[in-house]
């Protein structure tokens, strides 16, 4: 089955740098890359995603990139914002099987004032 | 937007009890939802996958007999922990995947989540 795999755990920026997070998964079939940002106790929500015939989005300070043949993908969050403080995760949807989404291990990301 | 509640938000019970958590869609009709696990500090793992009308499907590893998925109708599913133990305690959630029929059939919108403790 599909294998995420996510880095760094944990990222301390200061406020107003540009954050990175990259992610590598291991099923060539899977189309479908969503991020998801996650404050303590609560939900998960969807920041942005990416479909596998896209190599690049762009939602104001967030952006998302896919390689498609290094089966990579990245987060960039630019001029951070002691708000975007939180876990984020990202995820990856095997074709294959109708929408089930294998979560990343999560990164924790504090950002400094 | 789509809207994805759960209830109860908390419980808390004793060993050896069984434990039913609902998940509803509010707005939009499910046919494929989605039950994880979050342990502090740690990822959401996907633990089954219901279908409406049809039996779920489990990942590996994951008790069917005890952690027993119903999805009766296009708007809820309900998981029950049977028999919970204190290694059951845990932050469960669901998803309902939204198939507005436009192109967004990938998109899930996930509840708030449910925090069980086993005492």
């Known amino acids: 089955g599909e294998n995420v795999e996510q880095h760094p755990s944990t990222l301390s920026v200061q406020e107003g740098d540009s954050a990175v997070i990259k992610c590598t998964y291991s099923d060539s079939a899977s189309n479908y890359f969503p991020w998801y940002k996650q404050e303590l106790g609560k939900r998960p929500q969807l920041i942005i995603d990416i479909r596998s015939n896209v190599g690049e989005k762009k939602d104001q300070r967030i952006a998302v990139t896919l390689n498609k043949t290094a089966k990579h993908f990245s987060l960039h969050i630019t001029e951070t914002q002691p708000e975007d403080s939180a876990v984020y995760f990202c995820?990856?949807?095997?074709?294959?099987?109708?929408?089930?989404?294998?979560f990343g291990s999560g990164t924790r990301l504090s950002i400094r004032p | 937007g789509a809207v994805v509640s759960q209830h109860p938000s908390r419980v808390i019970c004793k060993s050896g009890t069984s434990v039913k958590i609902e998940c509803r869609s509010l707005d939009f009709q499910a046919t494929t939802m989605f039950w994880y696990r979050q342990f502090p500090k740690q990822s959401l793992m996907l633990m089954a996958t219901?279908?409406?009308?049809?039996?779920?499907?489990?990942e590996q590893g994951v008790e069917k007999d005890k952690f027993l998925i119903n999805h009766a109708s296009l708007t809820l599913s309900t998981l029950t922990v049977t028999s919970a133990h204190p290694e059951d305690s845990s932050f469960y959630i669901c998803?309902?995947?939204?198939?507005?029929?436009?192109?967004?059939?990938?998109?899930?919108?996930f509840g708030p989540g449910t925090r069980l403790t086993v005492l």
């Open positions: 995820a990856a949807s095997p074709y294959s099987s109708a929408s089930k989404i294998i």
């Open positions: 998803s309902a995947r939204a198939n507005r029929g436009s192109g967004a059939t990938d998109t899930q919108y």
């Open positions: 219901s279908n409406e009308g049809s039996k779920a499907t489990y």
